[in-house]
Structure formats: C-alpha cells, structure tokens
C-alpha cells in the first residue's frame, strides 16, 4: 500500500509503503484527528509520527502489486 502524507508549509511529502490495508490507514488518520498526532508504520519496520494539526492531506494509495519488468 502506497502511502503520501503533505505537510502544511513543506514543499516535500512523506512516502512510503506500508503492510496495512487501505481501511487500517484511514481509521489511523481519522482517529489521529482527534488525538493530535498520527502515528504510522511502513512496511520496513519504520515509524512515522506526524502533529495532525500539520497534515495538509493523506493520498492512500491501492493495494495491486506492481509490475516489474517489461510488459507487452
């Protein structure tokens, strides 16, 4: 699962890809709302702890493999 998160007043994102399910992340998000922070983890083992007060949007990518190689 691909994962952006903007930061309010930072040109850059986040990005990162994470083991959980599309639903998983947007009950993260929406609770991290009235909690004050968000704190995710990637599918590496990282944690990533954002203030929602900071968070300008979160782009919650889908869940199909991508492809490697060439493709006729």
Not at 34 to 63: C, F, M, Q, T, W
Request: hydrophobic share 45%; glycine share 6%.
């Amino acid at each position: 699962m691909d994962i952006r998160i903007g930061i309010k007043d930072s040109p850059r994102e986040i990005s990162f890809d994470s083991s959980q399910t599309a639903e998983e992340v947007q009950a993260l998000v929406l609770s991290a709302l009235d909690a004050g922070h968000l704190a995710i983890d990637d599918a590496k083992g990282h944690r990533y702890i954002v203030p929602s007060a900071n968070i300008a949007y979160v782009e919650i990518g889908s869940e199909t493999a991508r492809k490697i190689g060439f493709v006729a």
